[in-house]
């Protein structure tokens, strides 16, 4: 997905994350603002079995996370998508994929177990800062909390009623939700439209002796 909108290029990539990050997720979605990469959402596209649900593949984020020092950037995201935060513009992405694949359930790691936790930091509360990431974001999306180790919401993403919003702001609420549903709409039908796309013709490669009698004229 890429978009250049006031002077500025927002671009979500697909790809392989990095060698030392393969625990956490096999394919990579990563915000980047201007080239800059800024966020970074990892996930897996399980069998359903292995989460205890009855659909049969399941995407399954497994690391979400941001690049210090890019407040900037972040603000910028927010401004320009609807006051999205980055990690909720990027669900909104793998929900397109999602849709595209006819996956019909998401599910996210949590805090508990989330693969960063199983190693030492003695900066700060790792755990603490890994419960407003995985464990309070998902809440926030009404992710149902299926076991100690995960979240499980299905697909497209509902979102609390927004009855329960506070009316003052319930503007802002609904605005967030079509934004994410124009991102993930949009990102579904491309892929859809790459799908659709005829497949390139082989090229057919003449003979020596065919190209010459080709070449020379007519009698």
Known sequence: ???????????????LPAEDALWEGETLLQLRVDGIPIYG??????????????????VFIQRLQGKKGCFEQVKAVSKTFGYLSPPL??????????????????????????YCNRKSFDDFDWMALSKRVYDEFFSELCATRVSADFYSLSLP???????????????????????????????????????????????????????????????
């Open 1 to 15: 997905m890429e978009l250049r909108k006031n002077g500025r290029d927002f671009t979500v990539a697909l790809g």
């Open 41 to 58: 959402l990892q996930f897996t596209i399980v069998p359903g079995w292995v989460l205890n649900s009855e659909q049969q593949d399941v």
């Open 89 to 114: 513009l990027l669900v909104a992405v793998l929900q397109g994929i999602a849709a595209a694949w006819g996956i019909r359930e998401m599910a996210g790691i949590s805090a508990r177990s989330q």
């Open 157 to 219: 993403i509902e979102g609390k009623p927004i009855e329960t919003v506070e009316t003052r702001h319930r503007a802002a609420a609904r605005k967030k939700r079509a934004v994410r549903q124009e991102v993930s709409a949009r990102v579904c039908q491309t892929i859809l439209g790459f799908a659709a796309e005829p497949p390139p013709q082989p090229v057919r490669r003449l003979s020596s002796k065919s190209q010459r009698s080709q070449e020379l004229p007519a009698a």
